[in-house]
């Protein structure tokens, strides 16, 4: 590739810094051209501006943006420029020093996202620039304009797809499509309770079950907007729409007479919500916990246990994508089967509000809000 003089000034000034550990900051944010030629891009981008924080805490107080160098791009290395990424539970869980698996600090936020790729390490034979990418695991602290990861922390996605479907495709789907695929062989006309429905989780559950001919039973927290919050997630795909308090109710009884009980009750909030779920569960059946947004014990009535023997099984996509993380395939396949329903126009990205970099303290806070039923993604 013959690069414009320019261009190959502005790549001899890359300066050199970390993705983890010890990061090198500067005050200044400073952003470069990018210059196109032929289908290859040659970035200038020299820094990246960051969402770091550098102790545990209430996000929207320890988070800060900061300006980061950009290291050389080893030879098995891609520099990236991100295009939107989300911010989830398990980021802020992460930033509060309370999730299963913490980066050393300072560390930069956020762990999903879409991102394109500007360069590649001359070793690199999987990715090409202009790619679209996403992380193959957490960690990789997603909430930055533009970094220099290993080709092999990230897995390409077609660009062919909305932009925020690709921003919020590896965690919420994936663990939809695993937890509907790998505790209970499900046909057309079985029932799977959720409660959480108007999660990022819940949302893709409904429409990859729905695309599948899987009926739901979707339960959400009371709300003043109930109706409109029930008439978006049957619009989607759900076969009903609960609130807590109504699933304890006697006429529950009259919905099993027309729908089968549950087979599979997927479980991201916790205390009486998954006891409730339980009660409802069929014979055998199997309650999956993903999230405990209650912050409270699943307590399991030992009438479920005794007399309807219920499996209570755990899923994470982190430990998922771990154990297969030597089976290409596995991911891949994974990926294709979403994205032919992203295409179909069956699996859309949650509701999503797209906020600037610089608007991070709002975002963080708004993220934390109860009832809210939208994502919080940066856009680039
Ligand atoms: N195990 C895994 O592999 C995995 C993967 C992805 C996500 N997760 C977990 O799944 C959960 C949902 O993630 P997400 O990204 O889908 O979330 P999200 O889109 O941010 O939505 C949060 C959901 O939690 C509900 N919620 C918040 N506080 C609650 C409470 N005290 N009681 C009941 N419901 C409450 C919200 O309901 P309201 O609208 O009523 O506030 C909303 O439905 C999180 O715990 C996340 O960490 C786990």
Redo the contacts with the bound molecule.
């Keep these: 590739m013959r690069l414009s003089p320019v261009a190959s000034f502005l790549l001899r000034t890359h300066r050199i810094y970390r993705t983890s550990g010890s990061l090198s900051c500067k005050k200044r944010v400073r952003h470069e051209p990018v210059f196109l030629k032929n289908n290859f891009s040659v970035s200038a981008v020299t820094d990246s501006t960051a969402l770091l924080y550098r102790n545990h805490g209430e996000p929207s107080k320890v988070v800060q943006l900061e300006t980061l160098d950009l290291p050389h791009i080893g030879s098995d290395c891609v520099l990236v420029k991100m295009l939107a990424v989300p911010i ?3 980021d802020l869980n992460m930033v509060q020093g309370t999730y299963a698996i913490l980066p050393s600090l300072p560390a930069v936020g956020g762990n999903e996202g879409v991102c394109q790729v500007m360069e590649v390490g001359d070793k690199v034979k999987t990715l090409k620039v202009g790619d679209w990418v996403i992380p193959r695991d957490a960690g990789l602290g997603t909430w930055r304009t533009a970094a220099v990861l290993k080709a092999d922390d990230l897995v390409a996605l077609p660009k062919d797809i909305p932009l925020l479907s690709a921003a919020t495709l590896g ?2 789907p994936c ?1 939809a499509f695993r937890m509907l695929s790998d505790f209970e062989e499900l046909k057309p006309g079985d029932t799977v309770i959720q409660n ?1 429905a ?5 949302q893709a559950v409904i429409q990859i079950a729905a695309a599948k001919g899987i009926h739901t039973i979707n339960v ?2 009371d709300r003043p907007d109930l109706q409109q919050l029930s008439d978006r997630l049957k619009a989607l795909g759900a076969t009903h729409v609960f609130t807590e308090e109504s699933l304890r109710r006697p006429e529950m009884k009259e919905l099993f007479m027309s729908c089968p009980r549950p087979k599979l009750a997927l479980n ?2 916790g205390g009486k ?1 998954a006891t409730e779920l339980l009660r409802h569960l069929q014979s055998e059946g199997t309650m999956v916990t ?5 912050k409270l014990p699943v307590t399991v009535p030992v009438g479920a246990l005794i007399f309807k023997d219920v499996k209570i099984r755990g ?4 430990q998922w994508r771990r154990d297969n993380s030597h089976d290409e395939d596995s991911l891949r396949n994974m990926l294709d089967e979403l994205c032919i329903l992203i295409r179909a126009g069956k699996l859309s990205a ?1 509701a999503c509000i797209e906020v600037g970099l610089q608007d991070f303290q709002k975002a963080l806070e708004n993220a934390m809000k ?4 939208t ?1 919080q993604v940066f856009v680039m």
């Design positions: 989830n539970p398990s965690v919420n663990t959480a108007n999660s990022g989780v819940g959400v927290r991201g909030v919500s993903y999230g405990g947004m209650a899923f994470w996509v982190t949650p109860p009832y809210m039923s994502k």
